[in-house]
């Protein structure tokens, strides 16, 4: 009875699916969040007739044959690399990426992680940092006495000084590209590290060679689609019940072959 062992890969797609879901319902506040997607491929077939042989009993060639499924299996959960909306914040170091393009952060074992969460902070040196307090790539640091800070759309960050009419640029922050952003490796806490999958960055000044720009003040929200996330929770809620009711009819099957006499 394959129904049993195919009913049960469906079921557990399914699960998988909401389990995936579950993940954007949560991170839809998340500050530049991309939703992910649980993508799926069916198993390996059981050819009891392979299209193309050759009937034996008149010599004729089989059009289709007989080619038996044995489920599904999930294929990736792949991340949806899209533009969130920006909500106004009008904090100084409050910066959005609009358009293409990670900021680059030094991870504490000295390797870079990449982000496009760009709520950076100030530490107790002057640092500019993330939420987590890693240093962003290059280093810039803001100088004690600096009345107000400001970030062009290149990047260039200029500290204003009481005492001086003119300001005095601190460093550019730059942007890193991905061949396939989808390949990068999620750490957590809003960061990526590359992988074989998404190549080497390419790092260089906001708007030049396809990447964005930034924007002081603001910050990329969640690219959840919460009504798109409930639909697809009943579709897949469905799926695994369907799935279920799979199941029991072939244990019915089962029951009905054991019983006859």
Same mark, same amino acid.
């Given at each position: ?5 195919? $009913? ?18 949560? @991170? ?5 969040? $991309? ?54 914040? %009008?904090?100084?170091?409050? /910066? ?8 680059? /952060? ?10 496009? %969460?760009? *709520? ?59 061949? @396939? ?17 998404? *190549? ?8 030049? %060679? *396809? ?22 929770? /009943?579709? $897949? ?25």
């Amino acid at each position: 009875m394959r129904a049993l062992d195919i $009913a049960a890969t469906g079921m557990q797609a399914q699960q998988t699916r909401v389990e995936t879901i579950s993940n954007n319902l949560a @991170n839809m506040s998340t500050t530049a969040y $991309a939703p992910r997607r649980a993508e799926f491929a069916d198993l390996h077939y059981q050819q009891v007739r392979q299209p193309g042989a050759v009937n034996a009993a008149d010599g004729t060639v089989l059009p289709t044959g007989v080619q038996l499924g044995l489920g599904v299996r999930t294929a990736a959960v792949s991340m949806e690399v899209t533009q969130g909306s920006l909500r106004a914040t %009008d904090a100084e170091l409050d /910066i959005a990426i609009e358009g293409n393009g990670w900021l680059e /952060i030094e991870l504490p074992n000295g390797t870079s992680g990449y982000t496009r %969460d760009g *709520g950076l902070k100030r530490n107790g040196e002057g640092q500019v940092v993330t939420s987590e307090g890693f240093p962003v790539v290059p280093g810039i640091t803001i100088p004690e006495d600096a009345r107000t800070i400001t970030i062009n759309a290149d990047g260039e960050v200029v500290a204003f000084f009481d005492d001086q009419p003119a300001g005095e640029v601190l460093g550019r922050l730059t942007l890193a590209t991905f061949v @396939n952003e989808k390949g990068l490796e999620a750490i957590g806490g809003n960061l990526f590290r590359e992988t074989a999958a998404s *190549g080497p960055p390419n790092i260089g000044d906001a708007g030049v %060679d *396809g990447r964005g720009t930034f924007r002081q003040g603001f910050l990329e929200e969640s690219g959840v689609d919460a009504v798109r996330e409930i639909t697809e929770l /009943i579709e $897949a809620q469905r799926g695994y019940e369907m799935n279920a009711k799979v199941i029991t009819a072939a244990d019915q099957m089962l029951g009905a072959t054991v019983q006859i006499r």
